[in-house]
């Protein structure tokens, strides 16, 4: 287990910490681009307070809104020019992953000349790496991908049906400010959605590392076990702030980079699930719901000792023995029904995906996610086929 971390965005959490964006703007900038989406902000009032905040503080602004669930890089490319003809100097992220995502790649685009899809990794001989971008204020309003904390970003080309990611040290927000009270108008699905998505995150790397890692396992047992108990909760009152609070922060501990130290993770579901919210544009939870069991249920063969850790320590099932299949086959079928119990898909056919695509999703999810043997890197890898069968198995 050999690493490094570090993580350099500055975090203010808790209810009423909007209240602080002006202020925090202000260090980094005059004038601000504004990024959201597809007008929740506006409807919540969240919006005029985050400006309201930042005149308070001397901030100009200018506004790009209406960024996609699934970020186009047609979008990004709006954005950036916006931010240049408007004289930005810094990025306000007000919105879900989606917009956050889209203003990380702006920030950079705007410093750049070239296409910002070069910046997207999408099977291409030289992927660009941007060596600065302009500075970036998280204010996420949903509690689900994490990307207030962390640098990656994932941005759909709309042309070609291709979903992929970039991640790289100058797409780090310089500070996040996440308020819970943001999250309170966000409706049922989107909030399952999301506990879905934290969940998931948590899942990749603890299916997908290379083992020997037990504080981080207790880690993201915690987690899960956390976003298990308290999203019910914000699913079935989604004013009680106490249960957005705390998935609020579950999902922001689940991809900033504490869980995954030194676990050489993989994320198999996520670039399977990139490819198939590209071609269908489903909400991205929905579409991770729906395929994590069945991924599970493949990956199991190979690993039952990691599954049966799972289903002990999750659902409290009690193993015959540390391989024991039919335990870790149990623990899967429990994790399904938890998914069920705050409606999320289980089945692709749920979201509207047939079986009609399944050979050109494996292709285009191998472009963006094959490692050096030609395979979607995980543990265990994925051939073709492989993630064929296992589409087949989730429909």
């Known amino acids: 287990m050999n690493f490094e971390f570090h993580n350099p965005t500055r975090l203010i959490f808790g209810a009423g910490s909007l209240s602080k964006l002006g202020e925090v703007v202000a260090e980094h900038g005059k004038k601000a681009l504004i990024v959201t989406g597809g007008g929740s902000v506006k409807r919540s009032g ?7 905040s930042l005149k308070d503080a001397g901030v100009l602004f200018a506004q790009c809104s209406g960024v996609e669930p699934n970020p186009r890089i047609s979008t990004v490319v709006r954005g950036a020019n916006i931010a240049r003809e ?6 306000v992220a007000l919105g879900g992953g989606s917009t956050m995502d ?17 910046m997207i990794r999408h099977g291409q001989d030289q992927v660009y790496t941007p060596a600065k971008a302009l500075p970036v204020i998280t204010v996420p309003t949903l509690a689900a991908t994490g990307s207030e904390t962390n640098c990656g970003a994932v941005i ?13 040290k100058c797409f780090y927000p310089r500070v996040a400010i996440v308020d819970p009270e943001l999250t309170l108008s966000v409706p049922k699905n989107q909030t399952a959605y999301g ?13 997908n590392g290379i083992g020997g890692t037990p504080i981080q396992d207790r880690f993201a047992e915690g987690v899960i076990l956390t976003a298990m108990e308290w999203g019910p ?3 079935a009152d989604g004013k009680n702030l106490e249960a957005r609070t705390q998935v609020q922060w579950a999902a922001l501990v689940a991809l900033n980079g504490w869980l995954q130290v030194g676990t050489d993770y993989r994320m198999p579901v996520h670039m399977i699930e990139h490819t198939l919210s590209a071609h269908h544009d489903v909400a991205h939870g929905a579409g991770l719901s729906a395929i994590n069991p069945s991924w599970m249920r493949f990956a199991a063969k190979s690993r039952p000792e990691r599954f049966v850790q799972f289903a002990q320590r999750i659902f409290g099932i009690v193993p015959k023995a540390p391989d024991d299949m039919d335990c870790a086959m149990k623990g899967i079928d429990r994790f399904e029904d938890f998914l069920r119990s ?16 399944l050979s050109r999703y494996a292709d285009d999810t191998l472009l963006v996610a094959k490692d050096e043997n030609g395979n979607l890197s995980g543990r265990p890898a994925m051939n073709r086929d492989d993630i064929i069968e296992m589409l087949r198995a989730a429909l």
């Open 46 to 52: 969240t919006f005029d307070r985050a400006v309201e």
């Open 86 to 91: 408007e004289g930005c100097d810094v990025i």
């Open 102 to 118: 889209a203003a990380k790649v702006m920030a950079a685009a705007v410093l750049y000349d070239g296409d910002p899809w070069n």
């Open 156 to 168: 759909t080309n709309e042309e070609t049906s291709v979903k992929s990611f970039v991640a790289d």
């Open 195 to 207: 506990v879905c998505d934290l969940i998931t995150h948590v899942t990749e790397t603890y299916f």
């Open 233 to 235: 909760k914000a699913i």
């Open 342 to 357: 705050i409606d999320c898909p289980t089945s692709l056919s749920e979201i509207g995906i047939g079986d009609e695509l």
